[in-house]
């Protein structure tokens, strides 16, 4: 059984940062790409950001480029998403979750395709 708990959300002001975290449990984390996702009061769950099994490659949504990253250490069975210059609009529940398929080659940005999930950390960024 595979469990994912995400932490370091929080308030944060506009242009603010705040580096999210997700701790994974289970034998083959090392195997599995990583995804960040997130949910705004009323809207869709939408796909943020992705990681490679092995961190080779990385993807993320327009809305992002250039002011989150994506990382992850294997050893630790961590991944983590860097956010820097926040937008209120960033404001959501943000979700961790583990592609459904292992050593696949590059980053896939469909719910779909992502087959386990944290609880969410709340990130609120406030004008």
């Known amino acids: 059984q595979v469990q994912l708990v995400e932490s370091g959300g929080g308030l944060v002001q506009a242009g603010g940062s705040l580096r999210l975290s997700c701790a994974a449990s289970g034998r083959t984390f090392s195997n599995y790409a990583m995804g960040w996702f997130r949910q705004a009061p009323g809207k869709e769950r939408e796909f943020v950001a992705g990681?490679?099994?092995?961190?080779?490659?990385?993807n993320y949504a327009d809305s992002v480029k250039g002011r989150f990253t994506i990382s992850r250490d294997n050893a630790q069975k961590t991944v983590a998403l860097q956010m820097y210059s926040l937008k209120p609009e960033d404001t959501a529940v943000y979700y961790c979750a583990r592609d459904r398929q292992p050593l696949r080659l590059g980053v896939v940005t469909l719910r779909v395709e992502y087959d386990y999930w944290g609880q969410g950390t709340q990130v609120t960024v406030s004008s």
């Open positions: 990681i490679s099994w092995s961190g080779g490659r990385t």
